[in-house]
């Protein structure tokens, strides 16, 4: 099935037989995604009695308790509410989930202090006009993206005046491959989720971001329909499965 939209006055098409996945599965185990520290997804049968939620032990049906931390164990998008004070939730925030998206590749800078930045000198004359969402995919890039531990590595992380030039550029919607916008550990100052949702003085109520993505080299960067597909969690954020369809 093609659906056909008009993006910048020009007409594109997009084959939705043909999704790109960019998520993360969510799995039990220690070999996936995960950073913060958090505990690795567990997931267990329910027992009551003589229930047991489990095929492979006897019971009927499968029936299991799942235990995970949205924003340690995978693709997951967020809004202002991982920040604020006040209550926010993903449910409420991502009402549309449809949006014209460029996908970039681009290698962060190394600082001296060795952090590996993505600054807004990178992005600068990237931009396609008109753009909705942005997917930033970090070189170098292999599928070891898929089960890495970033617990205490410092990942890179992208400087708040990159955001800003991104916010200035009327973007939405940021998705990238890495654990967070911020620096892993930065006294709490959180420069980059602030200046994407203008947090406190004019909120985004509507802007999300979504990190742990994987985008595949085989995938050519450019002009995408993006689909952002979230379980409806009254939380500041849900694991998330966003889809890419080329746009041609």
């Not at 909705?132 to 089960?147: E, M």
Request: hydrophobic residues 35%.
């Amino acid at each position: 099935m093609k659906i056909s939209i008009n993006f910048n006055n020009n007409p594109f098409s997009a084959d939705l037989n043909q999704p790109i996945d960019i998520s993360i599965p969510l799995k039990e185990g220690m070999e996936t995604v995960n950073c913060f520290w958090a505990t690795y997804m567990d997931v267990a049968p329910v027992r009551m009695g003589s229930f047991v939620g489990s095929t492979q032990e006897g019971g009927a049906v499968n029936f299991k308790t799942v235990k995970f931390t949205p924003h340690g164990n995978g693709t997951h998008t967020e809004c202002v509410g991982h920040i604020s004070k006040e209550v926010y939730t993903i449910n409420q925030s991502l009402k549309q989930f449809h949006f014209v998206s460029q996908l970039i590749s681009i290698y962060p800078q190394k600082q001296e202090n060795g952090d590996r930045v993505i600054t807004k000198e990178q992005l600068e004359d990237e931009l396609i006009e008109g753009i909705q969402a942005i997917v930033i995919r970090t070189q170098p890039n292999d599928d070891l993206k898929l089960q890495t531990n970033y617990s205490g590595t410092n990942p890179p992380f992208i400087h708040h005046e990159a955001i800003e030039y991104l916010v200035k550029h009327g973007i939405e919607h940021l998705l990238l491959d890495l654990p967070s916008v911020d620096r892993e550990e930065d006294d709490g100052k959180l420069l980059a989720h602030k200046a994407f949702w203008k947090y406190p003085e004019n909120i985004r109520t509507n802007a999300t971001i979504t990190e742990l993505i994987y985008v595949d080299n085989r995938v050519k960067d450019g002009l995408y329909l993006l689909n952002i597909q979230i379980a409806s969690f009254e939380l500041d954020a849900s694991p998330s499965k966003p889809v890419l369809y080329k746009l041609k």
